[in-house]
């Protein structure tokens, strides 16, 4: 996942969004790098070996982030959370297995790689964070090198849609292209 650390040190230009989606990218000083697409926003940071992500989405029910594949959910490294009735966050390390279907990576013989850190629902928002390994070695989660583009997707459930299954009420995606990397 050396790809949020060529993130954070390039410049982004969106090429395309789905829906004519609104895409606005931006780093900040404190090192947090963050991209709002259509309501959901994404935010990273590197901290040593680890990437850690927060999202937000306008939804009570599952959030999801895809990275890579296409078209839809085909190939794409995926995560997948929401929060359970309890109070209790869930998280699904996933990979795209067609246009409209995906799988966990251990379904899949890969492995689960993330760690969640927090989650919430409040006000009709759902927000959760969670960090990964930069380089997993796992053959379902995306990696990104120098002078490619990378297919960036967002979805959310319906308010209340507490599953890793359900259909999305809202998907945008956007490719952006990585430029003047500096290594």
Request: proline content about 3%; glycine content about 12%; overall charge negative.
């Amino acid at each position: 996942m050396r790809w949020i650390c060529i993130l954070l040190s390039i410049g982004l230009r969106a090429a395309y969004a789905h829906d004519a989606g609104d895409l606005e990218v931006s780093t900040s000083s404190s090192g947090w790098s963050s991209v709002s697409l259509e309501g959901f926003d994404l935010r990273w940071t590197i901290e040593g070996d680890t990437i850690r992500f927060d999202m937000t989405a306008p939804t009570t029910g599952w959030l999801a982030v895809g990275f890579g594949g296409g078209p839809a959910m085909a190939q794409a490294d995926m995560v997948i959370g929401y929060v359970g009735e309890q109070g209790e966050p869930r998280i699904q390390d996933g990979w795209g297995t067609g246009p409209v279907s995906h799988a966990g990576d251990t379904e899949l013989g890969g492995s689960g790689d993330l760690e969640i850190l927090r989650a919430s629902e409040e006000e009709g928002i759902t927000s959760m964070s969670f960090s990964r390994l930069l380089d997993t070695e796992d053959e379902y989660d995306f990696p990104l090198r120098p002078g490619t583009t990378l297919r960036l997707s967002v979805a959310w459930g319906a308010d209340e849609a507490d599953d890793f299954d359900s259909m999305h009420q809202s998907a945008h995606s956007a490719t952006i292209e990585v430029e003047n990397v500096a290594r």
